[in-house]
T-cell receptor, first 112, second 114 residues
């Protein structure tokens, strides 16, 4: 059964730093992988979606990569800002039934 | 823009009450989903629906039921609310015809059962 893991569970860095959030999955049979952002008490905002045939996607200061063979995805945030503080979730869409399997999230705090 | 709305942002109910959580999407999506989110456990799929009047159990359907009488509306029902159903509930929809099956989420309903 597919399992998605996000490490670390929490991360605190000073403003301006570049940082990487990690997401790993146990079964490479995924259709795509999505990264979401969640602000406290709010719903989910989709950030980036990488198809299984792609290696990376970029949006502004965000870059997500996907390596199916190693079961890993990373979300790179450049020049972090306090407004980036949120919980970041990754989810793998299974090939077999098109359902999302979720990581538990990384809580990111950017210190001014 | 796809819009998914949920009937309440916050809800407080008593143990044993019947609770209805409503979700509406405005993009004519075929697929709709109900998740619950708890600290440290991530999102877990409760029920989903691929079409009107169609429903499928997710990973944790016990204690819940759903209704989809119209394409745009997907309701989650707690027949007899219990304290262990206190959680954040998230609704999502996706288009079967899209190539990436991207799910779009509502703002969530934080339910407290006392």
């Amino acid at each position: 059964k597919q399992e998605v893991t996000q490490i670390p569970a929490a991360l605190s860095v000073p403003e301006g730093e570049n940082l990487v959030l990690n997401c790993s999955f146990t079964d490479s049979a995924i259709y795509n992988l999505q990264w979401f952002r969640q602000d406290p008490g709010k719903g989910l905002t989709s950030l980036l979606l990488i198809q299984s045939s792609q290696r990376e996607q970029t949006s502004g200061r965000l870059n997500a990569s996907l390596d199916k063979s190693s079961g890993r995805s990373t979300l790179y945030i450049a020049a972090s800002q306090p407004g980036d503080s949120a919980t970041y979730l990754c989810a793998a869409l299974e090939d077999s039934n098109y359902q999302l399997i979720w990581g538990a999230g990384t809580k990111l705090i950017i210190k001014p | 823009d796809v819009k998914v709305t949920q009937s309440s942002r916050y809800l407080v109910k008593r143990t044993g009450e019947k609770v209805f959580l409503e979700c509406v999407q405005d993009m004519d999506h075929e697929n709709m989903f109900w998740y619950r989110q708890d600290p440290g456990l991530g999102l877990r799929l409760i029920y989903f629906s691929y079409d009107v009047k169609m429903k499928e159990k997710g990973d944790i359907p016990e204690g819940y039921s759903v209704s989809r009488e119209k394409k745009e509306r997907f309701s989650l029902i707690l027949e007899s609310a219990s304290t262990n159903q206190t959680s954040m509930y998230l609704c999502a929809s996706s288009d079967s015809g899209s190539f990436n099956y991207e799910q779009y989420f509502g703002p969530g309903t934080r339910l407290t059962v006392t």
